[in-house]
């Protein structure tokens, strides 16, 4: 495995909450910081959030109290939990593998 793995994505309706996984390539951190981004149809890949090997953690202002960014060093796996979600959160999530690994993401859809 070269590169993380998403998981986890889905269809889920205004209010609801999905938790995404990412599978990392060797230990968690092993290549600095991990980071979730998501791409909008029609709109750029935008930061979402991102924790530190200390276990510090920095949200985009728009997921900032509904998003929750963790990691389990033991299994290696990165965790996003989205609560509260709305048709704007309707992307495909990536997990960012220190400052330039990427998985392929994972489609989230918000509708009702």
């Known amino acids: 495995q070269v590169q993380p793995v998403e998981s986890g994505g889905g269809l889920v309706q205004p209010g609801g909450s999905l938790r995404l996984s990412c599978e990392a390539s060797g230990s968690l951190f092993r290549f600095g910081d991990m980071a979730w981004y998501r791409q909008a149809p029609g709109k750029q890949r935008e930061f979402v959030a991102r924790?530190?090997?200390?276990?510090?953690?920095y949200y985009s202002g728009s997921v900032k109290g509904r998003f929750t960014i963790s990691g389990d060093n033991a299994k290696n796996i990165l965790y996003l939990q989205m609560n509260n979600l709305a048709s704007e959160d309707t992307a495909i999530y990536f997990c960012r593998q220190g400052p330039a690994i990427w998985g392929q993401g994972t489609q989230v859809t918000v509708s009702s």
């Open positions: 924790i530190t090997r200390a276990g510090a953690t």
